[in-house]
């Protein structure tokens, strides 16, 4: 009697190991498909990304080089605007030293 008990222990045991490994093997076919789905996401999201950082570099340089030309010719305008002042209180100050 012993045996056969120790057989129907056996047995169950065998079965719930079957059933553990069934569900262990289902719950990673889902967790592959879903990796497999994460990766092609991934993927479109780097070609994306590698698609507008060239578009990025494409065209940035020559923006940003006439936006430096432009704030250039803006700072040299004013940079011209003060010399000329200056030059203008220079000569009142001449012009008033001359009058004393």
Do not use: F
């Amino acid at each position: 009697m012993e045996i056969s008990n120790r057989l129907q222990a056996i047995v169950e045991k065998l079965q719930q190991l079957q059933q553990n490994t069934q569900a262990l093997t289902a719950e990673n076919a889902k967790l592959r498909a879903k990796n497999d789905t994460l990766e092609k996401k991934l993927h479109a999201w780097e070609q994306q990304q590698a698609a507008a950082h060239h578009n990025i570099s494409e065209h940035a340089p020559v923006e940003s080089e006439e936006q430096q030309q432009g704030v250039r010719a803006v700072l040299d305008q004013n940079i011209r605007q003060q010399i000329d002042h200056y030059l203008s209180e220079i000569d009142k100050c001449i012009e008033w030293l001359r009058q004393q």
